[in-house]
């Protein structure tokens, strides 16, 4: 099962002048494709920042997304961080600058950061793209732009291997105060589905959510009875 981390980078995101939309689109894509995202962190622009993060995140993970600093400005210093992350050096790569220059781009300082990858960069070019999406060893570097990030990524998607997860949500009248112990001893009796415990306030007739999650269906239904017939439940819904 693939396991994946997404490296969020930009001040902009950090200091708010805008609104992250990235890790909430990984988020979704990775449940759908069945992926097991296990770290989803925003990061400062600073070289030592991405190195750190990208270093910590290519060693638990078979995948790692990074967004934003790809561009031509100052502080954009993802190449960078990813080389330092690697202890590898950086290079001008060709294939980009001749496909800089095929758009009529000016061979300029602004333009070469662009195109200096750390050393071994793969591009990978997919069905309708004039870009490629660029890859240091299992670290896939993607713009910080929504739509662009997303549209790259789609390019990835079918190299991705999971099994979609079954996700139920019980909606109960309970507090969860009251019911902890059942859920604990539900837990240890299905040790093959995450139970996951939710108090509400104020959102209408329940109290409390809990979600049952597995690639499992048959565990699943399992728990899905013990915990029915444990608690008192309004309704199940999958999620």
């Avoid at 991405?50 to 790809?70: K, M, N, P, Q, Y």
């Avoid at 979609?164 to 902890?180: F, H, I, P, S």
């Amino acid at each position: 099962m693939s396991r994946a981390s997404v490296v969020v980078i930009g001040n902009e995101i950090l200091t708010g002048k805008f609104a992250d939309e990235n890790g909430p689109f990984f988020i979704r894509r990775f449940r759908e494709l069945g992926v097991d995202l296990v770290r989803l962190v925003t990061i400062a622009d600073t070289i030592e920042a991405i190195a750190d993060e990208v270093a910590l995140c290519a060693a638990r993970s078979d995948h790692v997304f990074t967004t934003g600093g790809v561009g031509p400005t100052h502080d954009d210093l993802t190449f960078e961080g990813i080389a330092a992350a690697f202890d590898l050096p950086l290079r001008v790569h060709p294939d980009l600058v001749a496909l800089m220059e095929r758009f009529g781009m000016p061979r300029d300082a602004a333009n070469l950061r662009m195109a200096t990858l750390p050393e071994g960069a793969e591009l990978v070019l997919g069905e309708g793209m004039h870009y490629p999406v660029i890859r240091v060893r299992n670290v896939w570097i993607l713009p910080g732009v929504p739509f662009l990030a997303a549209r790259k990524f789609e390019v990835i998607a079918p190299m991705l291997t999971g099994q979609k997860v079954g996700c139920l949500k019980v909606y109960a009248r309970n507090q969860e105060t009251d019911v902890a112990a059942a859920l604990a001893g539900i837990q240890a009796a299905h040790p093959g589905v995450d139970i996951g415990s939710y108090p509400r306030f104020g959102e209408g007739d329940h109290s409390l959510i809990v979600t049952l999650e597995s690639r499992d269906p048959a565990a699943l239904a399992a728990a899905r009875a013990a915990t029915v017939s444990a608690l008192d439940v309004l309704r199940v819904e999958e999620a």
